[in-house]
């Protein structure tokens, strides 16, 4: 749960965004994120809410990490709670 | 599970992984006194776990959790409130984690199987999304550090229908960091900061406790080289004597942090001195809604009359669990009788091996790959 994981923006609308983490779309909301948003973004998202939008740049090494723990096939107590982690948000 | 454990042991880069433990064993080679390093966040110690770092550590060289489990340091009072709500007719959403957690009389798990609606949510939103279809009062167990609280805050804020209140078990990280760096069994010299936790506050919310006490902090990330980064650059600071704070995780932690989030959260939140369970009594490491938000507090909203309540209740929790000196970084897991005995995930004794983020869930899954006995 202190873990927050992060995607990539498709769309805003005013305080919610629609976000992908690896092909799962969610509504994730904005009212806590650092600064604004755009499609493209990519942001650190814990409990549905965004935390931080990762600067540009910083992105690839960020998300390697998740990849490595979600390409686990097995049951995985750091990659189930990634997963829980992205499934948060609100169904889109 | 330790072989399961060893197969997980993949890292990105190999090469970087051996340059940073030659680098650990090299500058702990001449070492007079062993060196503690203490890191307070379950997610660091379930990468450390998966990942086996520890087996990657020079004997002299101690990397330990501290009270990193939010759900874990959710004092057992404030668990109670929560089952006392919930059969008295409320429906309570809490996280998953905090479902298995011993209270003094029972776990909400055995409250919800006796007939309480208790509903597991992954964010506060949900909770007020139940809220606006039920007819019924909805208190939202809230538990988690400061990171969480923000998103608890942001809920309060949004204007939730009136018969939605908040329960508030969030705890504020950076008082119990001054706890535990004066405990004396603990003889911390550097602490590990978690990463996202730091997101919200920044980083320089670190240096006056560096000052106080004298002890080195790194904000650090979650992958195996974002902590064997840390590790490198806290020994270092040990060495040398150097007592500041070092951001080795600048990708997602700044110096200020979050501005828009730490309004959120004051705006709601102040702290107030309290219990975190199995650790201490903490000045100022609760996170309680303020007076102005009277109206969403469930504390305010109900009586919750516990003393009554608790009156005939029998002696629950086995007096040979762990968890508060694990939590404190005293004892390891392997240090406990009951630890992959009694107490494994399906039947947990102590809240550290219900939550994945407590130490003994964690070391119960991946082994905690420390030199040493082994269960």
Same mark, same amino acid.
């Given at each position: 749960m202190c873990l927050g994981v992060p995607g990539k923006v498709l769309e805003v609308n005013d305080m919610t965004a629609l976000v992908d983490f690896w092909g799962v779309r969610k509504q994730v =909301? =904005?009212?806590? *994120?650092?600064? !604004? *948003?755009? !499609? /493209?973004?990519?942001? =650190? *998202?814990h409990v549905g809410f965004a935390?931080?939008?990762? !600067?540009? %740049?910083?992105? $690839?090494?960020t998300l390697a990490f998740y990849e490595t723990l979600l390409r686990t096939a097995e049951e995985? =107590? #750091?990659?189930?709670?990634?997963? $829980? $982690? #992205? /499934?948060? %948000?609100? $169904?889109t | 599970m330790t072989s399961k454990a060893s197969e997980r042991l993949e890292f990105r880069d190999p090469k970087q992984v051996q340059a940073f433990q030659r680098a650990l064993e090299h500058l702990c080679a001449d070492l007079k006194t062993p060196i503690s390093i203490m890191h307070v966040c379950g997610s660091h110690e379930q990468s450390i776990a998966r990942f086996g770092l520890r087996s990657l550590l020079p004997p002299n060289l101690q990397v330990i959790m501290g009270p990193g489990c939010p759900v874990c340091v959710t004092d057992m009072p404030e668990v109670d409130e929560a089952v006392y709500l919930a059969e008295q007719g409320v429906i309570l959403a809490t996280f998953g984690d905090m479902f298995r957690v011993p209270g003094t009389?029972?776990?909400?798990?055995?409250a919800k199987a006796e007939g309480a609606d208790v509903r597991i949510?992954?964010?506060?939103?949900?909770?007020?999304q139940i809220a606006r279809k039920a007819e019924r009062e909805v208190v939202f167990f809230a538990t988690g550090f400061e990171t969480t609280a923000v998103a608890t805050a942001a809920v309060i804020l949004s204007g939730p229908p009136p018969n939605l209140s908040v329960l508030s078990a969030h705890k504020y990280i950076p008082p119990v960091m001054e706890i535990v760096a004066e405990m004396p069994q603990t003889r911390i010299q550097g602490f590990l900061a978690a990463g996202h936790a730091a997101t919200i506050t920044g980083w320089k919310i670190f240096e006056r406790f560096v000052e106080r006490h004298g002890i080195p902090v790194v904000v650090g990330g979650f992958e195996p080289l974002d902590i064997l980064s840390a590790l490198v650059q806290l020994v270092e600071l040990i060495r040398r004597g150097e007592r500041r704070v070092v951001n080795a995780y600048p990708r997602c932690v700044t110096p200020e942090g979050n501005r828009n989030a730490q309004r959120l959260l004051w705006e709601v939140f102040q702290t107030e001195s309290g219990v975190w369970r199995g650790i201490a009594y903490v000045p100022n490491g609760n996170l309680r809604l303020r007076p102005t938000y009277a109206w969403a507090d469930a504390r305010a909203r109900f009586q919750i009359r516990l003393s009554e309540w608790l009156h005939d209740a029998p002696p629950r929790l086995t007096q040979?669990?762990?968890?508060?000196? @694990?939590?404190?970084? @005293?004892a390891t897991p392997y240090d406990c009788r009951l630890f992959g005995k009694e107490c494994v995930p399906e039947s947990p004794v102590g809240a550290c091996m219900v939550s994945s983020e407590g130490t003994?869930? @964690?070391?119960?899954?991946?082994?905690?790959?420390?030199?040493?006995?082994?269960?």
């Open positions: =909301l =904005l009212h806590t *994120v650092d600064s !604004p *948003v755009a !499609p /493209g973004d990519y942001v =650190l *998202v935390i931080r939008r990762i !600067p540009t %740049g910083q992105i $690839e090494e995985d =107590l #750091m990659a189930a709670d990634v997963q $829980e $982690e #992205m /499934g948060a %948000g609100e $169904e | 009389v029972k776990s909400l798990a055995e949510v992954y964010s506060p939103w949900e909770a007020l040979e669990c762990l968890c508060g000196n @694990i939590m404190a970084g @005293i003994c869930r @964690i070391w119960y899954e991946y082994g905690g790959h420390v030199k040493g006995p082994t269960p």
